[in-house]
């Protein structure tokens, strides 16, 4: 019995030590990548719909590495149960909108027992630096 319990506490702290290594090694990678937000904007169709789970959509790596921003725009086809079942990019840059509806396609609207659509904009936007002062 001692020995099971031996080994699960070295299961779980080489899984704990992984885990934070990992951890560092993203946040390590992060400070290379200049500060952006995303901005989420939703028309609808509908004046009833009403996002109840929402996956924010993250900022490219690559994407910020190269200072791209835009608005991505995409149409959005909703079910009867709230479950988003068609994604149709209308604009945005190319290096954004894989992101943007990989996050959209996973959101849930409560049901309205009618199928409906709505627009959402994604915006992305890095941090804009400071200006040095001139003397």
């Not at 080489?14 to 951890?23: A, E, M, N, Q, S």
């Not at 200049?34 to 904007?41: R, Y």
């Not at 990989?102 to 804009?128: A, C, H, I, M």
Request: proline share 4%.
């Amino acid at each position: 019995m001692l020995f099971r319990q031996q080994v699960k506490f070295i299961v779980l702290s080489c899984t704990l030590f992984i885990g934070v290594g990992w951890l560092l090694a993203f946040a390590q990678e992060k400070k290379d990548v200049p500060e952006g937000k995303v901005n989420i904007e939703e028309s609808t169709h509908t004046k009833k719909a009403e996002i109840i789970h929402m996956v924010k959509p993250p900022y490219p790596v690559e994407a910020k590495k190269q200072g791209i921003e835009g608005l991505v725009r995409i149409d959005v086809t909703v079910n009867k149960q709230g479950e988003v079942i068609g994604t149709e990019v209308r604009s945005g840059p190319k290096e954004l909108r894989e992101a943007a509806v990989n996050s959209v396609r996973q959101w849930r609207y409560k049901p309205l027992n009618v199928e409906f659509k709505v627009t959402v904009d994604v915006n992305y936007e890095l941090g804009k630096k400071k200006e040095a002062s001139k003397s």
